[in-house]
């Protein structure tokens, strides 16, 4: 049944297939830009990523006016400066950001400094504090994971004070993301498999969670699909070109869902593991996805029974009698995590990362009932429920 009231929005333009890339100058010149700041990352350019892009140029009028490296793993108010100081030395006039989800941000950051001038971005921090359309703007993912090439959303620490300054606008959504294979196909094993499992995190908790909509739950079953289908596929081998394209569109279509209708609390736990921890995200959504949909499934059992069809597909789904559905689906999440653990070690327990101890978990668990998407979350939760959590997934 429709909502009596949601709103669904993504702008940005999807340009996807075998040479995407090479579309990027026409579609610069479509918005007047011809002088285009790439920001990247030392292993993107490292890994000749930059190749393809650059030759896209070699033929046009439009040329790329300069390459901004110094991208670190958790962007920062100095790296975002810095940037947009290259950005205006180089007379720039469109940015492209080639790279994970630290380069995206730094990306969408440096475009508010660059448009609004200056040099204070926390003025721009918070929901909806930008006044006006950013410079022209398209990311080109080389994870299949974040889905920031759609979301209007950038994270950026401050390193002075400790803390992750959120900035939140519409004017922050790529005017263009740009999905080809070539992007990816060095990833290793255990990040392919670590990115794409924070997409179907996404995906899952966009359709199980108190937001959902029609419109979201479309793009986040067709995003769970996909993974299931095509991650071993790409993990047995690293070289298939449709694959890899196929893990990409996922993690995008993930991003519109969530960015429409929010995460819960599998985030919650896995924003406080990764400030208490410092480990990835990806990871940490691969922790706590089934113990989460094990603690919801009480009060949204049907949606998590939903999940089985994309999961494991038809004749599963069929055989499975209704009642089971909800734990046949969570069953096939954790046979999927046992299979990418024996093909990559991506741990699967808090324990088997070798980095959490028991005495964290208070501090896990405390910081997690304070996070922001713990509010979309079905089912409430106390101090109590989440150490319980917690605890299972040890």
Known sequence: MAKPYYEFFCPVKVIAGLAALEHIPYELASLGAKRPMIITDKGVRGNQL?????????STDAV???????????????TVRAAAKAYRDNNCDAIIAVGGGSVMDTAKAT?????????????????????????????????SGTGSEVTMVAVVSDNQRHVKIPFTSNYLMPHAAILDPRMTQTLPGHLTAMTAMDAMTHAVESYTCMAANPMSDAYATA?????SQHLFEVLDNPQDAQGRLELAQASTMAGVAFSNSMVGLIHSLGHALGAVAHLPHGLCMNLFLPYVLEYNKAVNGDKIADLLLPLAGPDIY???????????????????????????????????????TKEQLDDVAEKALNDGSIIFNPKEATLKDLREILEKAW
């Open 318 to 356: 069929a055989q499975t009698p209704a009642e089971q559905r909800a734990d046949k689906a969570i069953d096939t999440l954790l046979t999927m995590r046992d299979r990418i653990h024996t093909l990559t070690k991506l741990p699967r327990t808090l324990s088997e990362t070798g980095k959490v």
């Open 64 to 78: 790329v006016a300069c390459i901004f490296d110094d991208v670190p793993p958790d962007s920062s108010l100095e």
């Open 223 to 227: 995003a769970i699909k996909k993974i």
């Open 111 to 143: 475009n508010i400094l660059v448009t609004e001038g200056g040099d204070d971005l926390l003025k721009y921090s918070g929901a909806h504090n930008l006044p006006r359309p950013l410079k022209p703007f398209f990311a080109i993912p080389t994870t």
């Open 50 to 58: 930059l190749a393809p892009i650059e030759a896209a140029f070699e």
